[in-house]
């Protein structure tokens, strides 16, 4: 679970109510069918316009992968597995590979390997690597937009709830305590409209875009990791080559713990 997205959704809903008792609005003003309808509803009706259904049967996908833990392999775990794929492969070749590539759960990688370890050229491997990449972008851009067009469209759609809910409190001039009710009522389709949009779909799609870049930067490095074999490199090579990806603090655990290694050797 990735309790990152939960935390965010608890503190917005808390936010929004607390504010509304610190006011001196009443909570029950949320009970407001029609405002529901009409963000709900209209938000759904403006994706189903603007998206192709092949991109829409995907939306529970994209809400589960905003809500579960990403599984990806870790970059210090990554360039181990690599220097010790460049150990085998100095010492034995690259076919010595060929008994390591079922135990590799990423079909990425697994994928990657099976091309070095065939022969391909470096050129052909990188290619089809990057192409795998640039589609995986493709399909997770096209999926955070859905959130991100569905956070532009709530917005405007409660003014529209609240522009109706004007029309519908002309219609009380003569009372005016059922005008002023009938008012009030209507500025909930705007603030449900702004609380969908800005506190739950627009974060939602930023989450997706934070996660896609995060595997594409795993991927990359077993492009650089896969090439780097094939080119024969050293194991302090490829290392050094592949720390480039890690933050600063990422690299100084990599440094203590060949250290602590190297004096386990000794």
């Known amino acids: 679970m990735e309790i990152s997205t939960i935390i965010g959704l608890v503190f917005g809903v808390i936010s929004v109510l607390l504010g509304m008792f610190l006011k001196g609005a009443s909570l029950t003003a949320l009970a407001n069918s029609a405002a529901y309808v009409i963000i709900i509803g209209g938000t759904a009706a403006t994706l189903f316009i603007g998206f192709p259904m092949s991109e829409l049967k995907k939306f529970p996908k994209l809400i589960k992968i905003a809500f579960s833990k990403q599984k990806l392999m870790d970059k210090a775990d990554l360039i181990a597995l690599f220097m010790e794929f460049a150990s085998i492969t100095r010492r034995e070749g690259l076919l010595a590979l060929e008994s390591k590539v079922d135990e590799i759960n990423d079909p990425f990688l697994r994928n990657g390997m099976r091309m ?107 492009v650089e990791g896969l090439l780097s074999i094939q080119s024969g490199v050293s194991t302090i090579a490829i290392s050094q080559k592949l720390s480039v990806f890690l933050t600063p603090s990422e690299r100084g655990k990599i440094i203590e713990r060949e250290a602590g290694s190297s004096e386990q050797k000794d």
């Open 116 to 222: 070095i370890i065939d022969g391909n050229d470096q050129e052909f491997v990188s290619d089809v690597l990057m192409e795998d990449i640039h589609a995986t972008e493709e399909r997770h851009r096209a999926g955070a937009l859905i959130f991100s067009q569905a956070g532009m469209y709530a917005p405007s759609l409660g003014v529209l709830g609240a522009v109706i809910g004007l029309i519908a409190a002309l219609a009380e001039m003569e009372d005016m305590t059922a005008l002023a009710h009938a008012i009030g009522s209507a500025f909930i389709a705007t603030m449900l409209g702004i609380f969908t949009g800005y506190v739950i779909c627009h974060p939602l799609a930023n989450k997706l875009k934070r996660l896609s870049k995060r595997e594409m930067e795993i991927r990359l490095m077993m």
